[in-house]
């Protein structure tokens, strides 16, 4: 969305960063599967997104193969997302992204990680004393350390809050489908921009 001119200026923004997967929709091979019963694998591109949870609005995307991982993307999609918001305080994000590089990337930012580390955690840091005590913390009482937000800056992550990600792609394939139309790799990237460009306007609209 680098394109985009939309800045939220808020304060303390808290995003959540989430993928899924779109399908690739390919017209000849479905026809070569129902006529000549020859199966193949037409696969899928992730979407990744960072989403600002209080309005659900898309702050940032990043397109990719489907052989990419979350965690690998985490970086460039916050980094994204800073072109668009004012002051992101907090990031919300499943276990996939549990990787010492994007604690240590949020630390360097000033940013709080809300990231649910692996049960089997190790306590020594690593490179990345950052993980070490949200892990501590966690595996310590996980309820406790969801609620620390509410002590530290007067509010608190709620299970509403980490849904969001989840809500917005869900609206997203309820309004665009769960499939891209093109059939060129940067066909399909566009048009995954050029949506969720849509998808932040409907929901201007719907405000």
């Known amino acids: 969305m680098?394109?985009?001119?939309y800045v939220d200026m808020a304060k303390d923004v808290t995003i959540a960063v989430d993928s899924t997967g779109i399908k690739v929709s390919n017209r000849v091979e479905w026809i070569k599967e129902k006529w000549y019963?020859?199966?193949r694998r037409r696969g899928f591109i992730k979407f990744h997104i960072a989403v600002n949870v209080k309005t659900g609005k898309i702050l940032s995307i990043d397109v990719t193969k489907e052989n990419i991982s979350d965690g690998a993307r985490a970086i460039?999609?916050?980094e994204s997302a800073f072109k668009r918001v004012n002051n992101i305080s907090r990031s919300l994000m499943d276990?996939?992204?549990d990787r010492r590089s994007i604690f240590n990337y949020l630390?360097?930012?000033?940013?709080?990680?809300?990231i649910r580390v692996r049960k089997n955690s190790s306590s020594k840091a690593r490179g990345s004393i950052a993980r070490k005590l949200v892990v501590i913390e966690q595996l310590a009482d996980y309820d406790r350390w969801k609620r620390r937000g509410e002590k530290r800056r007067g509010t608190m992550v709620t299970a509403t809050d980490e849904r969001r990600v989840e809500s917005s792609i869900s609206s997203f394939k309820r309004m665009f489908?769960?499939?891209?139309?093109?059939?060129k790799w940067r066909y399909m990237v566009n048009e995954m921009f050029a949506k969720a460009?849509?998808?932040?306007m409907f929901l201007a609209v719907k405000v």
Request: charged share 20%; glycine share 12%.
């Open 37 to 39: 019963g020859t199966k």
């Open 197 to 200: 460009r849509l998808y932040n």
């Open 2 to 5: 680098d394109n985009d001119t």
């Open 76 to 78: 460039p999609i916050i």
């Open 177 to 183: 489908g769960e499939h891209v139309t093109s059939t």
């Open 95 to 97: 276990g996939a992204y």
């Open 107 to 114: 630390s360097n930012k000033g940013i709080e990680p809300v």
